[in-house]
């Protein structure tokens, strides 16, 4: 099974498409790790990328399309992959229909996450993740079971993204309403548009999702 899932900065791309990957043991392909990870590395893609992404600004399709494209050939994907944070203007989707057609795989259901741009701002601004093994957490909606200590794997260290402040995330939303909000209605019209109430708890929102596949 192949899904995307679509949304704006904060919407929980992330929280659920990790929680989707364990339920149905399909790879969890995001975009915005894959950059900080070339960013980390200090590749000529990550040099290229920072700057971008710190202003809030999408990077170029044609880097985004090339990296994905190599992506979905790996093994972990032969049993589907979820798609959290690609494709984000219309090219970028245009592109991963080419690249399905050519690798005879369809897409089978294209999940929007629904949520206040207002409430965006709290949720990235109080969001940390586990240095060690990439868990995500909340500073009100997601705290670690024991303060200070990563549920998944014991860690005391935590860090957050040099992207997350208040300036940056309106930049990210201009950017998503300019540009990625189009996509709703591209893949609307070809009938593979689900709707969930983002505003709900993360395990409610997890619930829609799993209603809406199943
Ligand atoms: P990316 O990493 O994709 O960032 P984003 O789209 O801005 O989305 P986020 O990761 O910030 O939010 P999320 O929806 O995953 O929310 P999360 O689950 O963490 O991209 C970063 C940058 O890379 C872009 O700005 C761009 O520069 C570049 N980029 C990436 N892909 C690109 C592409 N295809 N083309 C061009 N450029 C690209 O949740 C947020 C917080 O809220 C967490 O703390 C969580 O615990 C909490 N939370 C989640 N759900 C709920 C809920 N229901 N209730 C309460 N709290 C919740
Ligand atoms: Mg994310």
Excluded: W
């Amino acid at each position: 099974m192949n899904l995307i899932l679509l949304g704006p900065p904060g919407a929980g791309k992330g929280t659920q498409a990790t929680r989707l990957e364990h339920a149905y043991e399909i790879a969890q392909l995001s975009t915005g790790e894959m950059l900080r990870a070339e960013v980390s590395a200090g590749s000529e893609i990550g040099k290229k990328a920072d700057g971008l992404m710190k202003a809030g600004q999408l990077v170029p399709d044609e880097m985004i399309i090339g990296i994905i494209g190599g992506r979905l050939d790996r093994d972990d994907c032969r049993n589907g992959f979820i798609l959290d944070g690609f494709p984000r203007t219309v090219p970028q989707a245009a592109a991963l229909d080419v690249m399905l057609d050519e690798k005879h795989l369809r897409m089978d259901h294209v999940m929007s996450i629904e949520v206040d741009d207002e409430a965006m701002v709290k949720r990235i601004t109080g969001r940390f993740s586990c240095a060690k093994c990439g868990a995500g957490y909340h500073e009100e909606f997601q705290k670690p079971k024991v303060d200070g200590v990563c549920d998944a794997c014991g860690s005391t260290e935590f860090s957050r993204r040099a992207d997350d402040n208040a300036e940056t995330v309106r930049e990210r939303l201009k950017a998503y309403h300019a540009q990625t909000a189009p996509i709703i209605d591209y893949y609307d019209s070809r009938g593979l548009l689900r709707r969930v109430d983002g505003m709900e708890p993360i395990d409610n929102v997890t619930s829609q999702l799993k209603a809406a596949i199943d």
